[in-house]
């Protein structure tokens, strides 16, 4: 005898149900059979997040269309490697004496961000009284390293020779980075000071001898040998797009991206700093210790019991962003205006 009609509706129901679990699940198995050979779909996941994000929160009352700057674009040609550019931002006000340089190199996991999203950051040095040129390197997957090392040096070599049609000098230049972009100033300054790392890289490096006068590096990775233990979110599918090898810890050249290892005697002095629930943390106590075993000048600024997380620096509704702001430009100033720094 047939049942009511509820139950055979209910049946039906659950066989729908269960059809769509099943889909669901194997949609779920390919995604994740994919990521296993493919890096695409979780790079493509976190470019998307970082493109929703804000990456700079200046100080309340800033506004970056201020009249008191101006904004360039230049292209950049950089010999094997795609062609990139850096946006350059400079006090509009004339000056008695050349001002220092910044390249700054932008965060993103290698493969997410873009200068202009950085724009604020490069005001609000400027403001200062920095000529500030923002990198706009080639990103991963779609670009593999070295090609950002060799667009950073292009472009220390191009802010070089024109510096002064920007009211810049050439002998006042830095280097500076947050996060993936820390660890592309890191490894520029060594190439610049590390003859035997530029040769391996078959780079001649952008900068005359002892030009290049501060590094500044803000929650960077500098040790390819310890950072998997950070524990850093996403870290296997950033280098994974980086390197262009799945098992990027066995890429024939990951030694080049340990600044750890490539830092000389003659490696520039050097400003660190990164959150205290950074994972990043001990990468940059890591980077301080051997920089300070050879010698070079280091200053740091490591918090502790704040809840500082990653790339604080530029989120200036924390007053810790101001201080690390107002010690960077300490560090700078000393460093690019001092004694001994001609135009």
Same mark, same amino acid.
């Given at each position: 005898m047939p049942g009511p009609p509820e139950a055979g509706y209910g049946q039906i129901v659950i066989r729908f149900l269960a059809r769509v679990l099943i889909v669901g699940l194997a949609g779920v198995a390919a995604a994740f059979g994919l990521y296993q050979v493919s890096v695409q779909p979780g790079a493509a996941l976190v470019h998307a997040v970082f493109q929703k994000n804000q990456q700079v929160h200046?100080?309340?009352?800033?506004?970056?269309?201020?009249?008191?700057?101006?904004?360039? =674009?230049?292209?950049?040609?950089? /010999?094997? &490697?795609?062609?990139? $550019?850096?946006?350059? %931002?400079?006090?509009r006000a004339s000056a008695t004496a050349p001002r220092p340089v910044i390249l700054w190199v932008h965060g993103g996991g290698f493969l997410?961000?873009?200068?202009?999203?950085?724009?604020?950051?490069?005001?609000?040095?400027?403001?200062q009284g920095y000529v500030v040129a923002l990198l706009d390197y080639s990103l991963a997957p779609q670009t593999h390293y070295p090609a950002p090392v060799r667009q950073a040096n292009a472009a220390l070599a191009w802010l070089s020779q024109h510096a002064r049609q920007f009211g810049g000098g050439p002998a006042r230049m830095a280097v500076g980075g947050d996060s993936a972009g820390a660890q592309i100033a890191s490894q520029l300054a060594?190439?610049?000071?590390?003859?035997?790392?530029?040769?391996?890289? =078959?780079?001649?490096?952008?900068? /005359?001898? &002892?030009?290049?006068? $501060?590094?500044?590096? %803000?929650c960077g990775l500098y040790d390819m040998s310890t950072v998997g233990g950070?524990?850093?979110?996403?870290?296997?599918?950033?280098?994974?797009?980086?390197?262009?090898?799945?098992?990027?810890?066995?890429?024939?050249?990951i030694g080049q991206l340990s600044t750890t290892r490539q830092a000389t005697s003659a490696y520039p002095p050097t400003y660190l700093t990164v959150g205290d629930r950074d994972p990043f943390r001990t990468q940059a106590a890591e980077l301080a210790g051997?920089?300070?075993?050879?010698?070079?000048?280091?200053?740091?600024?490591?918090?502790h019991g704040q809840g500082l997380g990653h790339e604080y620096q530029f989120d200036f509704r924390y007053r810790q962003a101001g201080t690390s702001f107002q010690q960077?430009?300490?560090?700078?100033?000393?460093?690019?205006?001092?004694t001994g720094a001609d135009g």
């Open positions: 200046p100080p309340s009352g800033f506004t970056a269309t201020e009249a008191t700057v101006t904004e360039t =674009r230049v292209p950049i040609q950089a /010999p094997g &490697a795609p062609a990139a $550019a850096i946006d350059v %931002y400079r006090p997410a961000s873009n200068a202009a999203q950085f724009g604020d950051w490069g005001v609000l040095l400027a403001h060594a190439v610049e000071s590390n003859p035997q790392l530029a040769a391996a890289m =078959r780079l001649t490096p952008g900068l /005359p001898p &002892a030009r290049l006068r $501060a590094v500044v590096l %803000y950070t524990g850093f979110p996403a870290l296997r599918t950033y280098l994974w797009a980086y390197t262009g090898t799945r098992n990027w810890l066995a890429y024939p050249q051997v920089l300070r075993a050879r010698g070079v000048p280091v200053t740091t600024l490591f918090w960077t430009l300490a560090f700078l100033d000393q460093r690019l205006r001092g």
